[in-house]
């Protein structure tokens, strides 16, 4: 069997050599959008359990003012709603359209 340039070949083949590759990019991009959402949980929920930001025995890169009351609950709030845009974000980049295989379109007779 003699293989075809790929840019010589039907749209066909060359959508189903990408198949492997999606399926990867795919796998990784629900992962990494998973564990940025579980990261960005764990710090939201370790706010408001300690009341204050950032919570007791955290090390920080700079000396920075402790964040208590109501202050402390926003920041957590707004970790919380960046987890769930991350896992909606990695959702929508893992289900993006993909085009369809040659034997589903139909195309008309007018439109050729």
Known sequence: MRWKP???APPQQAFEKGNPIRTAVRS???FS???LACLLGYVSFSVCHAG???PPGWRVIYTMSIRTGRQASMVALFFLVLALAALVYGAGLA???EPEPEEEIEVS???A
């Open 6 to 8: 790929l840019q010589r």
């Open 52 to 54: 204050q930001w950032p």
């Open 28 to 30: 990784i991009t629900l």
């Open 109 to 111: 007779m007018e439109e």
């Open 33 to 35: 959008a998973t564990a």
């Open 95 to 97: 289900s993006l359209w």
